[in-house]
């Protein structure tokens, strides 16, 4: 991989960016000042603090851009304790990142206040970091946090970016995340993932008497809370790619019913009662519409439902069970799981044409398939000689990839840039008396898997778009 510095062009002059959010996403004002090497984008922030909760375990790749992300200085003990606790979520994102390498802080030549008012390059460059993150932070009496960070070269000496936030103090952590997609872009030249979240089941209870409700979390395991009651008996959750809202399938009373929650109100509703048994919704790329699966009569097929009218159609009439259907990023294909022709393989199907071609070709069972957002790729769940595994293929079926294995690893979803999986797996535990359930992400490129840590059991993710 090339430094970043070769990845930087030239600006000259300034440029000022202003933008507001509101909503979920509560006022976080950017100013974006692209200095001498090269302008770069703002995106917005928000949301709520949690602590770290997330292991490296595994993982090799290409060289990796050093970079050291130094504490933000505060004036008070509270934005002193703040700026340390920013500074700590851009490092633990960018050390998972795969592409960069975060140096360790006992190996920072300079402390905080130092290096921000008097960055010693030369110093740095002997420490091994290409790269040195800094900033400030200052709490008005309005409760009004702002945030100022800078990136700096060692090897070219000079600064990259500097971005300052004005949003409300619990809005610190989102910050972090912020920050980390802009050095991500500026120094790899690849979209971050950090500003997302992840929803996903949340398990308890003994097996006979099983709990599983609705839950959210940053995607570093920040932030997290439960959104359902354990009433309802959740599966399946997937996120509209075009807003805030989660689609989700949960069992009230004695009838499976298909919902939709709004993140930003807090209001979900339910879409239809359908006949027979409705399992595994997806929105569309727009948002506007939905297929999922229905079992009537003996039989599953695929169905599309228009979210406006509720108006539903009917996708596919074969002798087999057809579900888990994914759209393509333009909306006009869809991949699917089916057994019709004996076990369960991928089909693509269009919706202008109807027409349906199998593009699972290795041995095993495959089943769960994804479209990347970028439409490069199609991720699955396969297994063979009773062992899971969690791969991608092509949309013709070429070039298959198994990322990752185990006791069983299923329901991949993919990160907003499409560089990221997110699964769970399941496995014995110690004793074998019992199985547990947990989440892991894997980078397509570098194979770095991690393990999520959640309060509970969780399985079924599904990866938000970046937050707005």
């Not at 699966?293 to 599309?304: F, K, M, P, R």
């Not at 898997?449 to 707005?468: C, G, H, I, Q, Y």
Request: glycine share 8%; charged share 20%.
């Amino acid at each position: 991989m090339n430094r970043s510095r070769s990845m930087v062009s030239n600006f000259n002059g300034a440029l000022r960016i202003r933008s507001t959010v509101s909503g979920l996403l509560s006022g976080i004002v950017l100013v974006v000042l692209c200095l001498a090497v090269g302008a770069a984008q703002a995106q917005n922030a928000g949301v709520v603090a949690s602590k770290e909760i997330e292991l490296t375990i595994s993982g090799s790749g290409a060289r990796q851009v050093p970079v050291a992300v130094v504490d933000f200085v505060g004036g008070t003990s509270q934005e002193t304790d703040m700026g340390m606790e920013i500074a700590r979520v851009v490092r633990n994102n960018l050390s998972r990142a795969g592409l960069l390498r975060t140096i360790e802080p006992h190996m920072h030549p300079q402390d905080a206040r130092a290096a921000l008012a008097n960055l010693q390059y030369p110093q740095w460059q002997l420490a091994g970091s290409d790269n040195v993150i800094t900033g400030r932070i200052k709490i008005s009496q309005y409760g009004r946090l702002n945030v100022e960070f800078f990136l700096s070269d060692t090897v070219r000496r000079n600064q990259l970016m500097a971005l300052s936030f004005s949003t409300m103090v619990n809005n610190w952590r989102r910050v972090g995340h912020v920050i980390s997609d802009q050095v991500m872009k500026r120094l790899t030249g690849e979209d971050g993932a950090f500003d997302t979240r992840i929803v996903y089941v949340a398990e308890s209870g003994p097996k006979t008497r099983r709990i599983k409700q609705l839950a959210i979390m940053d995607q570093d395991g920040g932030n997290h809370r439960i959104l359902t009651s354990s009433d309802l008996l959740v599966t399946t959750p997937r996120f509209s790619p075009a807003s805030q809202e989660i689609t989700y399938v949960a069992l009230q009373g004695s009838t499976w019913r298909v919902f939709i929650y709004n993140l930003e109100t807090g209001q979900q509703e339910v879409i239809s009662d359908f006949p027979g048994r409705p399992t595994a919704p997806r929105f569309s790329p727009n948002g506007d519409r939905m297929v999922l699966s229905i079992h009537l009569n003996g039989n599953t097929d695929l169905y599309e439902v228009d979210l406006t009218t509720r108006s539903r159609k009917r996708l596919t009439k074969s002798q087999g069970i057809d579900t888990a259907a994914s759209y393509g990023p333009g909306g006009r294909r869809l991949v699917f799981e089916s057994d019709r022709g004996g076990n369960q393989q991928i089909y693509v199907q269009s919706l202008d044409t109807g027409e349906t071609r199998r593009i699972s070709r290795g041995e095993g069972r495959y089943a769960a398939p994804v479209w990347s957002p970028t439409g490069e790729w199609i991720a699955f769940t396969k297994q063979k000689d009773d062992k899971f595994f969690i791969g991608i293929m092509r949309p013709d079926g070429s070039d298959e990839r198994l990322l990752t294995s185990g006791f069983v690893a299923e329901s991949p979803t993919w990160a907003p840039n499409g560089r990221l999986l997110a699964y769970y797996k399941q496995a014995p535990t110690e004793f074998g008396d019992s199985m547990e359930t947990a989440l892991y992400a894997v980078d397509l490129f570098t194979y770095q898997e991690r393990l999520v840590l959640t309060p509970s059991d969780a399985s079924d993710p599904a990866w938000s778009p970046r937050l707005r």
